[in-house]
């Protein structure tokens, strides 16, 4: 996995999460070390953990808190393209690895929950199959 950032400078910074937990935070002893420029990002603001088949994230009980997708997490799963907000610092996580079927089983669940039937997401596993790739959960 990566987080890839724009550091205050105004370059890019791609930065491989190598080992769990994979802390976060303004402190030198955070495995990412953020700059004061960001302003609001806690000493160890929180961390990148690793779970059965994927990552999430926690709330290292920051001052400002963390978003996920636009939303105040305490703690949350983790997948490619989510967007990780720490104050004024945006993350975005690179994860190409293939999914595993405790976070695929999730998915669909999540996806029936927003009104997918069986039929759709068949359809979208059928479609994935054939192309050769790992089945997805189609998008409602």
Not at 25 to 51: K, M, Q, T, W, Y
Not at 80 to 97: K, N, P, Q, T
Not at 130 to 138: F, I, T
Request: aromatic content about 4%; charged content about 25%; proline content about 6%.
């Amino acid at each position: 996995m990566q987080l890839v950032y724009t550091r205050p400078d105004g370059t890019e910074a791609v930065v491989p999460v190598e080992r769990c937990p994979f802390t976060i935070g303004r402190s030198p002893d955070a495995d990412l070390r953020l700059e004061n420029e960001f302003g609001g990002v806690s000493r160890l603001h929180c961390r990148i953990v690793e779970i059965e088949d994927g990552y999430g994230i926690e709330d290292l009980r920051s001052r400002n808190g963390t978003v996920v997708n636009g939303q105040v997490t305490p703690a949350c799963l983790l997948s490619d393209g989510d967007v990780i907000e720490l104050s004024l610092c945006r993350l975005v996580v690179r994860d190409r690895r293939a999914k595993g079927v405790q976070t695929i089983m999730m998915e669909v669940g999540q996806e029936m929950e927003q009104g997918a039937g069986y039929s759709t997401m068949l359809r979208g596993f059928v479609s994935e199959a054939s192309k050769g790739g790992k089945p997805k959960p189609p998008k409602a």
